[in-house]
């Protein structure tokens, strides 16, 4: 999620997360703000910097973003959403897409209402995240929702929201005859939840496979945000890579105490020294080219 304030004003770190990578294809940017202008000038720059499609944020509820019009806000301003997606589909020649919620409060309905006219304006594709904004991430997404939205429109419906195994997975997709689903929160720190999800291979990761991932996304993210910025990013990934049973909980902790991302490599491999060699595995896979860049798939701010 990119600020098109940020990507206007030329900001060096928002112009950093335009940098994708060569094996990364194909890969959407996803832009949020609520003038329809500078939407249209982010989206531009978007294209020019190699994304296969624009998507738009109409989702995020963090406060950040909403106080500034932008993300799940929009809903409540459909006039507005609108003119933004017009102004984007204008501004490219990829396809536009569209990520909602169900709207800003419980029980709304207003991705009922909106979904349509955002297709009449531009989208290509709707992502609905059906739970409203005030719910963040608790309770359950209601995918009666996604079915209803893809009755209404005539291009694919994509259903975000609680998919955590191939099983659930299969039954979003029966159930609300949704395009495509996206998987945010069980593939935190767990790339293998989308290998079960793609091939129905549920095999639970080693403990040396699981630190051997997180120590090649270590030096990957230090290599893109230099160390110091790197410190304080990767701490929550611990949790999620650690978790899951895969690790005690004190040892977790631990780790987010050791100052340096060095101290907490080297604890690692105290801990699981057979790591070093599916490293050595993984590392031998990267592209070689020195045109790759590397471009994390993580958010900034974090909503949706
Ligand atoms: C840490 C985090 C960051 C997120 N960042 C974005 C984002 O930048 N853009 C977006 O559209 N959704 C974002 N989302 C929302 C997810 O795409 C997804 O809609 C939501 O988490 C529900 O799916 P899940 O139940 O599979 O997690 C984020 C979610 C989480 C947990």
Excluded at 96 to 119: D, H, I, Q, W, Y
């Amino acid at each position: 999620m990119v600020s098109c304030a940020g990507l206007q004003h030329g900001n060096e770190r928002t112009l950093g997360y335009l940098r994708i990578a060569a094996d990364e294809r194909p890969l959407a940017v996803q832009i949020f703000g609520s003038d329809p202008g500078v939407m249209a000038e982010a989206a531009a720059m978007v294209e020019e910097a190699g994304a296969d499609i624009v998507d738009i944020n109409f989702g995020c509820p963090v406060k950040k973003v909403t106080k500034t019009g932008a993300g799940a806000t929009l809903l409540d301003e459909p006039d507005r959403a609108c003119r933004v997606v017009d102004a984007v589909a204008s501004a490219v020649s990829v396809p536009v897409t569209v990520k909602l919620r169900r709207g800003l409060e419980n029980g709304s309905r207003a991705c009922l209402s909106v979904g349509p006219r955002l297709v009449d304006a531009g989208a290509a594709s709707l992502t609905l995240h059906p739970r409203s904004a005030k719910q963040m991430y608790t309770g359950a997404a209601d995918h009666a929702l996604t079915a209803e939205l893809v009755s209404l429109v005539d291009v694919p419906v994509v259903a975000s929201g609680d998919i955590t195994s191939r099983a659930r997975a299969q039954a979003t997709l029966a159930a609300t005859g949704a395009a495509a689903v996206m998987v945010g929160r069980a593939a935190q720190g767990n790339p293998w939840a989308l290998q079960e999800i793609l091939e129905g291979d549920g095999v639970e990761p080693s403990r040396e496979e699981v630190v051997a991932e997180l120590v090649l996304f270590m030096h990957e993210t230090v290599r893109e945000l230099g160390e110091h910025r790197a410190t304080g990013f990767l701490k929550k990934f611990y949790g999620w890579y650690l978790g899951r049973g895969r690790f005690p909980r004190a040892f977790k902790a631990e780790l987010t105490q050791l100052p340096t991302i060095a101290e907490v490599e080297a604890r690692l491999f105290a801990a699981v020294p057979g790591a070093r060699f599916p490293l050595a595995r993984l590392e031998e896979e990267l592209p070689e080219s020195d045109e790759v860049l590397l471009d994390l798939p993580i958010s900034i701010y974090g909503g949706g």
